[in-house]
Nanobody
Framework: QVQLVESGGGLVQPGGSLRLSCVAS????????MGWYRQAPGKQRNMVAT???????NYADSVKGRFTISRDNTKNTVYLQMNDLKPEDTAVYFC???????????????WGQGTQVTVSS
């Protein structure tokens, strides 16, 4: 069974930093594009940042210059470094990835369970 597990959320003051991690575990054959999404209460889930297997990255305009996404393929892990956090960054952050199961012929989309990030003084 393949799964994504996030960690690193928490409470931080405005202007502070957090680093989220997402580990893909299980019998994984290959990992394609991975990303972070967030969902605030009463709002839809939106893309924050994505990184593909060639390390090409894409960011939401609201986080450009403050957040950095990266991946370590040797550890099946994707990170989100968040700096200069603002109250409007408060949300549940979800990891997302396209993974192919070992021996499988196609990739499927997976979501983590989410980790809460709260930015407040």
């Amino acid at each position: 069974q393949v799964q994504l597990v996030e960690s690193g959320g928490g409470l931080v003051q405005p202007g502070g930093s957090l680093r989220l991690s997402c580990v893909a575990s299980g019998k994984i054959g290959s990992i394609g594009i991975m990303g972070w999404y967030r969902q605030a209460p009463g709002k839809q889930r939106n893309m924050v940042a994505t990184v593909d297997s060639g390390d090409w990255t894409n960011y939401a305009d609201s986080v450009k210059g403050r957040f950095t996404i990266s991946r370590d393929n040797t550890k099946n892990t994707v990170y989100l470094q968040m700096n200069d956090l603002k109250p409007e960054d408060t949300a549940v952050y979800f990891c997302n990835g396209y993974l192919r199961v070992l021996g499988g012929s196609y990739s499927s989309n997976y979501w983590g369970q989410g980790t809460q990030v709260t930015v407040s003084s």
